[in-house]
């Protein structure tokens, strides 16, 4: 079903282009003839065909010709060529469930992907550059990523998605973008070194000593810049092609009414006489209507309040709005700071605002409205002024030393000099010691910027490719003592010693594992359930980095019940939630199970011997594998790479 409403949402797609079907022309331009024979030529199109049609459509100068082949099988292809014939989009649909995936090998994918693109143009191979390569095993196919490269500078603005299926290494989507669009590049000649814009690029965003937050209430020390604006080559001025926004996390709270208070004061429980005691000391809804008062239009009405807990503190929520205009505000319930404002409806002109200004429209706001929260630091900031905004990030320190993602952070609209945008969050949690044998900061920086990639980059203004300087790899956190990179790449200590060692090596090749991790300690169910994430997930980057992933914050993406973070994973519990996650379920009564040999489960309590029966005949471990001990890491990622070769879905 999943795969059906696919194919019709791709076919949706073009539902405004003009079809006419193939057979009923009595006559075919010869550039269709030649462009039909060419894509068949390319991707070994047979002739079992049931119908075909071909369609086009013209948006400005964007023209485009889409050939649609449907098979006596119901499996159909869609190619998409641009107006001068080039190939930029190939999307195939396949009726029948996927095959079990064959063993899966990086060299060999990549191999298969390169001769795909030889055959659509030999020039792209020239041209691109592959950057990461992930699996998705709840698709069963792998994506591959290229980037345009100019005499080695990237242009960030080009690139090719591919996805091949595992079953048989076929193609199942082709889309090249920025390519055809932008032919000729501006030959790299700045007029600033590459020191130079290093230097201003650190001047404008310094590399600091951070605090990141790794669980809810745990810090550690790392080194990084928290954000940046390439730079333009020739100027070295700050580019807004690039802009890293955080904001603060929110969920909708249900509206509550005043607790009561209540004369039978012994029928309550001591938890419940805590809940009431801490609830007298919040504020009303029309305490904080009051506070924004001045900040609200007075053609805006109220549409909706609500009092509600969010991560352990009482908030009033509130939302104003007419048919143009929009307000919306978070207050603390005990002391009514602002802790979110958001103004929407303005029309924001380009307009220029000095440093000085903006900063102080920032701390006046917030000395206004959210002075009694802990105080935030105006000295250690981010700035990123564009043409018609302003974007400043104020930190919350601990000595001195700023915690990422934490503090006030804001947008001011540069014309009429207002707040726009106001966010606080803050860190209450521990942090932990700071090593006395950090690296140098001078030394860190230089790391820094070797490891992420700083150097010339190709954009766009105005719809060109022009030349600035920027990180060409995403912004990523230093060890201060070892000066690694955090998620950068997938390692792994005393992965020598593991007989797995290939094994782990080809999924890291893919993005999945554990970064940094030890492969002989002990597997914890917080491992199972994050790796069944990264395995499954099918955006472009993990939602949650380990450190900050818990079983319980799993939620969106899957339900594991009674899942521990710490808690040593059994084979028992990996075999059972790997099936359940596959939507393989109710699995207790094995009466059913075909050659079900107990002896190999004796040891096992008889509600997961389906399980383990049912995950041993899919592949999943071994005979000499059985064991009622704590899993190792590296037998959990064997596991992982065996559900990736033998699963069928």
Known sequence: MK????????????????????????????????????IKSVFNIKDNIESFNISENKDG??????????????????????????????????????????NVDKDLIVKKANEYLEKINPQLLKDFKLESTKYFLNSGRVNLFFSRYYKDIKFLYSDINMEINLSDLSLFSFNISGYYEYPKMPEPNPKYSLEDAAKEMNKLYPLRLYYSPYTENKAKPVYGISQFDCLDADTLKPEKNIRNIRNMPYEEG?????????????????????????????????????VVKDLVPKNLKLTSSSLSK???????????????????????????????YYKEGQNMKKANIDKKTALNLGKNFYNKY????????FNIYDYSSGPKDT??????????????????????????????????????????????DIKPLDEALKAYYEKLGFGL?????????????????DLSYMNPKTLE???????????ESSKYKNEIAKLADFNIGIKNADVTRTATEKDLVFLLMVCDFSGENIPVPYENFSVSNSGFYRSFEGLKDDRPLKLSVAAKNILKARGMIYFEDIKNLDAFNKDLFKSFKDGDLAYLANAYALGLFEKDEISTDDLKLDYLLHIIYNLMNNFKR
């Open 391 to 436: 974007r400043i990030n104020f930190y919350q320190v601990k000595d001195n030393i700023p915690i990422l993602n934490s503090g006030l952070d804001l947008s001011i609209a540069n014309g009429s000099k207002e707040v726009i945008d106001y966010n606080i969050s803050l860190f209450n949690g521990n942090f932990d010691k700071i090593p006395e």
């Open 254 to 290: 249900s509206k509550n009414e005043k607790a009561m208070d209540t004369s039978e004061k012994n029928s309550l429980s001591p938890e419940e006489e805590k809940g009431l005691k801490e609830r007298k000391e919040i504020r009303e809804i029309k305490d904080a209507i009051a």
């Open 61 to 102: 100068n964007n023209y485009r010709k889409r050939y649609n082949w449907i098979f006596k099988d119901k499996n159909s292809i869609t190619v998409v060529l641009d107006g001068k014939g080039n190939i930029i989009n190939y999307f195939s649909y396949n009726a029948k469930d996927s095959k079990k995936t064959i």
């Open 370 to 377: 959210s002075s009694k929260i802990s105080p935030i630091d």
């Open 457 to 473: 980059i190709y954009t766009l203004e105005n719809n060109k490719p022009k030349l600035v300087y920027g990180f060409t790899k």
């Open 310 to 340: 969010m991560d352990k503190e009482y908030v009033i929520d509130l939302d104003y709005s007419n048919k143009s205009d929009y307000r919306s505000f978070i207050l603390d319930g005990k002391n009514l700071n602002i802790l979110s």
């Open 3 to 38: 795969k059906l409403s696919l194919f019709l949402a791709f076919v949706f797609l073009f539902s405004s282009l003009v079809t006419y079907p193939y057979a009923s022309q009595k006559k075919v331009k010869a550039s269709d003839t030649e462009e039909i024979e060419k």
């Open 485 to 495: 990179v955090k998620n950068a790449k997938i390692n792994y200590e005393n992965l």
